[in-house]
Nanobody
């Protein structure tokens, strides 16, 4: 089992920045990849970004490319989502997810076994 705890959400003005953190504990040596998803009110959960834990390969949703950066610190068992140039449409609950198995796609929520509790990000216009 892997436990995930997100932090770093909050209220920010449009154009601002935030950094989300996802602290992993438990069987962290079994993690293959970590990802961030988000869910806005009345909308489905959507993929934001992913990183493979050992190699550091990254993947991004088109809507955040060039603005968000995903990274990880293996020594701290922590993943990060650096969000710049935030827009009101980025407002959502952001969830950290992890999985033990590989695969060619990182954007499928159902492929992740472990989830955090979520952290709210609100971007005001």
């Amino acid at each position: 089992q892997v436990q995930l705890v997100e932090s770093g959400g909050g209220l920010v003005q449009a154009g601002g920045s935030l950094r989300l953190s996802c602290a992993a504990s438990g069987r962290t040596n079994s993690m293959y990849s970590m990802a961030w998803f988000r869910q806005a009110p009345g909308k489905e959960r959507e993929f934001v970004a992913a990183v493979t834990w050992s190699v550091g390969f990254t993947d991004y949703a088109d809507s955040v490319k060039g603005r968000f950066t995903i990274s990880r610190d293996n020594a701290k068992n922590t993943g990060y989502l650096h969000m710049n140039s935030l827009k009101p449409e980025d407002t959502a609950v952001y969830y950290c997810a992890a999985r033990e198995f590989g695969g060619s796609r990182y954007d499928v929520a159902g492929s992740y076994e472990y989830w955090g509790q979520g952290t709210q990000v609100t971007v005001s216009s």
